[in-house]
């Protein structure tokens, strides 16, 4: 793996921008894997920015978004749906018939994530899978576990998820209790990872995931495996790096 040392959020973003620059410059017609957070906020900031400059064309790319919460609807606000409209494919040139993210409303959860995943096997895979990391460990929506599920499936969130996420609902009642995500596999076979971490919060998982042993109790560390995998973090996040 490749560490990237960022000062601070900005040039956090920036630098995972530039990755995902490269890769779209490289190869026009790529499929991206997106990640919702606040972690990606700036990076989808600066995509937007070299997009409207007129460096960077989407036109031909793909995308394929890791998750989304069981129940909400595409058009409510806390949908990760909604999210990549607000954050980036509103704001720039990619068609909206290339950009997928999971159903959480499909009525049938299995026949949702196989289509999902049959979806990302039509595409060729994922060029470059951008991450982030969630306070214990997850990635995705892959949460800590006895083994590495696989691919895309229905989860239960744990309560340290619904807690680290219910700042962004009125009520922590309102926070949904499922997701849809891409599974582990379909995470490592991405031909390209790329995560971005910022803030001392997250310092002591990135020590566990990325110094510690590969285990499924902390999702993200299956990135030591994988053979092009970068981690751009600021200084704060790498303190125990
Ligand atoms: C959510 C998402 C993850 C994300 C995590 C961390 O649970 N499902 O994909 O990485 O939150 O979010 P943040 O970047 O806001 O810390």
Redo the contacts with the bound molecule.
């Keep these: 793996m490749r560490i990237i040392r960022a000062k601070d959020y900005e040039e956090m973003s920036r630098r995972a921008a530039d990755i995902i620059a490269a890769q779209v410059l490289l190869k026009p017609d790529c499929v991206l894997g997106l990640?919702?957070?606040?972690?990606?906020v700036g990076t989808y900031q600066e995509l937007v920015r070299r997009n409207a400059a007129g460096d960077l064309d989407f036109s031909r790319v793909k995308s394929v978004n890791?998750?989304e919460y069981v129940g909400l609807d595409p058009s409510h606000d806390q949908s990760y749906a909604y999210f990549m409209r607000h954050n980036l494919f509103d704001h720039i040139n990619i068609d909206p018939k290339n950009t997928n993210v999971p159903s959480g409303i499909a009525p049938d959860p299995e026949a949702e994530c196989s289509r999902y995943d049959a979806l990302i096997a039509a595409y060729g895979g994922i060029d470059l899978q951008l991450?982030?990391?969630?306070?214990n460990g997850?990635?995705?929506?892959n949460e800590p576990a006895d083994v590495f599920p696989t691919g895309t499936h229905q989860v239960t969130l744990t309560d340290s998820?619904i807690q680290?996420?219910k700042r962004f609902f009125a009520r922590v009642e309102d926070v949904p209790r499922y997701?849809r995500t891409m599974g582990i596999r379909d995470i490592m076979q991405a031909r390209r990872v790329l995560m971005v971490v910022s803030g001392e919060g997250?310092a002591e998982t990135v020590r566990a995931a990325f110094t510690g042993p590969v285990t499924p109790r902390v999702p993200a560390s299956i990135l030591q495996l994988h053979p092009d995998f970068t981690l751009v973090a600021d200084e704060a996040a790498l303190r125990y790096i």
């Design positions: 990640a919702t957070g606040s972690s990606p890791l998750d991450l982030g990391l969630g306070p997850h990635i995705g929506f998820t680290a996420n997701a997250k």
